[in-house]
């Protein structure tokens, strides 16, 4: 195997930290804003953490000012609806709405990514991924509904809801984008520009919300999860959703926000005490069988078919 194929099995595997980081991200930033106020929240995520990227690409000699000059106009696009928007969206929906209408909504953005990159990036639609998307679906249904059609049913939506409706619009407006852009520019640089450009912008909005006064009296444990929030749903997470998106692709990579709900309902089970029912068991099975099937198994059996070709040539 080749090392270009490894790499692409790799990323399938590495893949599965974005939901994992990004599902306690809920947890984290719904206890964070409780203490300052949500802009402030997203300034002191994404400022930090956009510094760390700057980092990295200056010890790497990444620092690419043709792309920059290129690029800027997709770059900035990807900064205004992935960072800013987005996470503008999450956190003051968080303040609003529950972790299951916000999960709910949010469960949904494979099938619009999908459909996106189909239609304007020309990605191949087969039967094993639409298999895949229409059963992960379904199990976070199951996951986020406990398996009960009453609480399906009884499901109301306000302000909140609309405001997690506006950040699914803008982070498939910015999965779709970032295929385009890097088609030139690399997943680290492109990670970094954008979120310095998104924390810059936060700075500047955070100014006129006027929260800063609280952050010295952060509890600790806002702290530790501030800093999760920077190293792990930043700095690693959108690194490792941006390679995604360079190496698999839009709609595979999208697959993957279906596990956030699923990650979302385990941690809380484990550092919180919740309770989980076998009818989100097997949500969570379905959700990870689906996901396989879209991605990891069909790329797995088109590297094997290639070996086998060049053994057979070989012979």
């Known amino acids: 195997?080749?090392?270009?194929?490894?790499?692409?099995?790799?990323?399938?595997?590495?893949?599965?930290l974005v939901p994992l980081f990004w599902g306690g991200a809920f947890g984290a930033a719904k206890h964070v804003i409780t203490e300052i106020t949500p802009i402030t929240?997203?300034?002191?995520?994404?400022?930090?953490?956009?510094?760390?990227?700057?980092?990295?690409?200056?010890?790497r000699s990444q620092w690419k000012i043709e792309v920059l000059k290129k690029q800027w106009f997709g770059l900035l696009m990807m900064a205004l609806t992935g960072i800013l928007g987005y996470n503008a969206f999450f956190f003051v929906a968080l303040g609003y709405t529950s972790a299951i209408n916000g999960s709910l909504i949010m469960a949904t953005t494979?099938?619009?990514?999908?459909?996106?990159?189909?239609?304007f990036l020309n990605e191949t639609w087969n039967g094993r991924l639409g298999f895949g998307l229409l059963l992960s679906l379904i199990g976070v249904f199951l996951v986020i509904i406990k398996g009960s059609l009453e609480t399906l049913v009884s499901l109301t939506?306000?302000?909140?809801?609309?405001?997690?409706?506006?950040g699914l619009i803008c982070w498939v407006i910015h999965g779709l984008i970032g295929k385009v852009v890097m088609k030139e520019s690399s997943p680290l640089f492109t990670t970094t520009i954008t979120m310095l450009l998104g924390s810059f912008f936060f700075a500047i909005w955070s100014l006129f919300e006027g929260g800063w006064g609280k952050v010295p009296n952060m509890s600790e444990q806002s702290w530790i999860e501030m800093l999760f929030l920077i190293?792990?749903?930043?700095v690693v997470a959108f690194l490792l959703w941006n390679k995604g998106i360079h190496q698999i692709g839009a709609s595979k990579s999208s697959l993957y926000m279906n596990l956030v709900p699923i990650n979302a309902t385990w941690i809380a089970l484990l550092f919180y005490g919740a309770v989980i029912t076998w009818q989100q068991i097997v949500g969570m099975s379905m959700v990870i069988i689906g996901v396989y099937v879209a991605t990891i198994s069909h790329k797995i059996s088109f590297i094997h078919v290639k070996k086998k070709r060049v053994n057979n040539t070989i012979t």
């Open 157 to 166: 939506f306000n302000a909140g809801d609309l405001l997690f409706v506006a």
């Open 1 to 16: 195997m080749g090392s270009q194929s490894k790499q692409k099995v790799g990323i399938y595997f590495l893949m599965l």
């Open 110 to 119: 494979p099938v619009f990514v999908t459909f996106g990159a189909v239609l």
């Open 41 to 59: 929240a997203a300034t002191l995520q994404f400022g930090p953490a956009g510094l760390i990227l700057l980092l990295i690409v200056t010890i």
């Open 231 to 234: 190293v792990c749903s930043s």
